[in-house]
C-alpha cells in the first residue's frame, strides 16, 4: 500500500517561507490526485490544495490564493508545498494525502485514500 511521509515543517515569523516535502512510497502516484490538507486542534481537516496526476488541474483554499504552491515530481514521488508569506493563521498540522479514486483533483478529504502522519507549520507574529 502507499505510505507518505510528511517533511519541512517548522516555527517561523510571519512573513517567512516554508518548503513541505511529501515522500511517497508503496507504490507509483503518477495517476493518482494528490493533495494537502491542514488541522488545528479541535477542528477538522480543512482543504490546502490540490493536484491531479498531470499537474493539469491544480487548485487552491481561496485562503492561501497567490501565496502557496503546490507541485509534484512523480519520478521522485514526491508532493510539494511552497508557502510564502505565512501567517500565523496559517499554523495547523499539514498533511499529504493521495486518492487512487479521482484523478483531475479534489478539495474533498472523503475522496482521498491514503494519509501521511502529518507535519506541524507554526507560525508567531
Known amino acids: 500500500q502507499v505510505q507518505l511521509v510528511e517533511s519541512g515543517g517548522g516555527l517561523v515569523q510571519a512573513g517567512d517561507s516554508l518548503r513541505l516535502s511529501c515522500a511517497a512510497s508503496g507504490g507509483t502516484v503518477s495517476s493518482y490526485t494528490m493533495g494537502w490538507f491542514r488541522q488545528v486542534p479541535g477542528k477538522g481537516r480543512d482543504f490546502v490544495a490540490t493536484i491531479s496526476w498531470s499537474d493539469r488541474n491544480i487548485y487552491y483554499a481561496e485562503s492561501v490564493k497567490g501565496r502557496f504552491t503546490i507541485s509534484r515530481d512523480n519520478f521522485k514521488n514526491t508532493l510539494y508545498l511552497q508557502m510564502n508569506s505565512l501567517k500565523p493563521e496559517d499554523t495547523a498540522v499539514y498533511y499529504c494525502?493521495?486518492?487512487?479514486?479521482?484523478?483531475?483533483?479534489?478539495?474533498?478529504?472523503?475522496?482521498?485514500?491514503?494519509w501521511g502522519q502529518g507535519t506541524q507549520v507554526t507560525v508567531s507574529s
Open positions: 494525502a493521495i486518492s487512487h479514486r479521482y484523478f483531475s483533483g479534489s478539495s474533498n478529504e472523503d475522496e482521498y485514500d491514503y
